[in-house]
């Protein structure tokens, strides 16, 4: 069955917003400019999973992804007063204080536009939604969870490093590719290449598979 909203997809333009978040006011392309991006969805304030999400990305917001230049932002189908409350009652309770923007998408209208409301899981809830957009506004990779299953904070630490990886030394990465592994050097293009590629010192699994350490 064909759903109602739009679903952004890998290489589209990260559709823009303006939106209040806990920070104050927000436009998605502003907020964006000249880093990656972290976009994320969350079903519920006061709820036990999303409490072990949220805090899992505010406790590595300043030494990880500050450090790799990629900001974050939330969001959830709640006011900015929930939103404050679940902060303010997280902080006094484990002292992890959410200080990323958190939209508060009462009407719906972002989690529409990203495909975050999947109506045969939730008609009123956004799913556990994971955009990485690159500094460009592009979006590189997305991640879908249900409302029931958490998300794995070291994978997506590891797509986050490897978008990078890949981008910024024009290379690929295998099955399981972990930073410090070796990657794959893209297949020639042209019989030079070919010949270039099985006289040089890579690892050769074939002359289609090649892999380099960094």
Not at 28 to 33: G, I, R, T, V
Not at 129 to 150: C, S
Request: with cysteine.
């Amino acid at each position: 069955m064909e759903t109602p909203y739009s679903m952004p997809r890998i290489g589209d333009k990260a559709p823009d917003f303006k939106a209040m978040t806990t920070t104050g006011p927000l436009t998605l392309s502003e907020y964006n400019k000249g880093s990656w991006l972290v976009f994320f969805s969350h079903p519920a304030d006061f709820t036990p999973v999303c409490t072990t999400e949220m805090s899992g990305f505010a406790v590595e917001m300043d030494d990880f992804f500050a450090g790799r230049n990629a900001k974050l932002l939330g969001l959830s189908i709640d006011s900015i007063h929930s939103h404050i409350a679940w902060v303010d009652n997280v902080k006094k309770n484990t002292g992890i204080y959410f200080r990323f923007p958190i939209i508060a998408d009462l009407d719906m209208s972002v989690s529409k536009l990203y495909g975050m409301l999947q109506p045969n899981e939730s008609e009123t809830a956004a799913v556990r939604a994971v955009f990485f957009i690159d500094p460009n506004g592009i979006i590189r990779l997305i991640m879908y969870y249900p409302l029931n299953v958490g998300r794995n904070m070291a994978e997506i630490k590891r797509v986050l490093v490897a978008l990078q990886t890949a981008d910024e030394n024009k290379v690929a990465l295998p099955l399981n590719w972990q930073p410090g592994d070796k990657v794959i050097v893209p297949p020639p293009k042209n019989l030079a290449d070919y010949e270039a590629r099985v006289n040089s010192d890579l690892e050769m699994v074939d002359f289609y598979l090649a892999k380099k350490s960094l």
